[in-house]
């Protein structure tokens, strides 16, 4: 009889800690799915979802295809266009707290003195910011993704990558050679002298590789026209920002005061 008691008893034991971990599994995955949840909510708003829809019904796009890179304040997608053509969709964050602190690089740049404070409006103005910035760039010859269309907080720009699915990659993730330093620094002129504009957020994050080894300067959001009172602030933290990287990689690195100097007169 005791035997038999203790049996059940092992049985009722074996049976709650099967339900307890059911229940762990059930509240992990339920977390899983509202973390899923809150970050395509994040994203993929109704008025986002109006703008794509819009960007389809123009014939920009065919559809939205896979994530394949993430920021504080946006997504970067893979696009289709009608024509077959692989692009990016880089969708800003309407829920981001981090466009609060980018205020300092609107204000004071004449292209933009007429920007509502409000969130979605301030957005707007920053995708609407790095598209200009993107094309005056392009424009002059620097080596940047070339912007196609801008909506709201939606961007669409070129995709740098191969048809094999490999992308442009960060410096900070890879090899460098001395030959990449120069070819920064000579990016960086070019922006300077030919688009009349400082970067103002450049670090090895947003210098990138593409596959076949081109650099290429990424994220003009902060870019800021010459004329802004503190363009050359934003040149010298740049200029310290690329050679800090590349000295640390063991590369020979120019006086980082004589070369603002040589690139801003």
């Known amino acids: 009889m005791l035997m038999r008691e203790?049996?059940?008893?092992?049985?009722?034991?074996?049976?709650?800690?099967r339900r307890y971990d059911k229940r762990e599994r059930e509240s992990r995955l339920l977390e899983k799915r509202s973390e899923d949840y809150q970050v395509m909510e994040g994203v993929f708003d109704l008025p986002t979802l109006k703008v794509i829809a819009k960007m389809v019904d123009d014939g920009i796009l065919k559809s939205v295809r896979s994530h394949f890179a993430s920021g504080k304040e946006s997504k970067l997608y893979i696009a289709e266009t009608p024509e077959g053509r692989h692009v990016a969709v880089k969708i800003y964050l309407t829920v981001s707290?981090?466009?609060?602190?980018?205020?300092?690089?609107?204000?004071?740049?004449?292209?933009?003195?007429?920007?509502?404070?409000?969130?979605?409006?301030?957005?707007?103005?920053?995708?609407?910011?790095?598209?200009?910035?993107?094309?005056?760039?392009h424009d002059a010859g620097v080596k940047v993704p070339a912007p196609i269309a801008v909506e709201k907080n939606v961007l669409v720009m070129e995709y740098i990558g191969d048809e094999e699915g490999h992308v442009a990659i960060p410096l900070g993730d890879g090899e460098v050679t001395q030959a990449d330093y120069d070819e920064v620094v000579r990016q960086v002129t070019m922006l300077y002298q030919k688009a009349n504009l400082v970067h103002a957020d450049l670090s090895e994050y947003n210098i990138f590789k593409s596959p076949a080894g081109e650099v290429m300067l990424f994220d003009f959001g902060s870019a800021v026209d010459v004329r802004h009172p503190n363009s050359k602030q934003f040149l010298v933290r740049d200029i310290q920002n690329v050679n800090r990287f590349f000295a640390k990689r063991g590369i020979e690195v120019l006086d980082a005061g004589r070369l603002v100097e040589k690139i801003s007169t």
């Open 6 to 17: 203790r049996a059940d008893d092992n049985k009722a034991a074996a049976r709650a800690d």
């Open 97 to 137: 707290a981090e466009f609060k602190k980018r205020m300092q690089y609107i204000a004071g740049d004449p292209r933009f003195s007429d920007i509502k404070k409000d969130t979605r409006s301030f957005i707007a103005a920053w995708a609407k910011k790095e598209f200009k910035n993107l094309k005056t760039a």
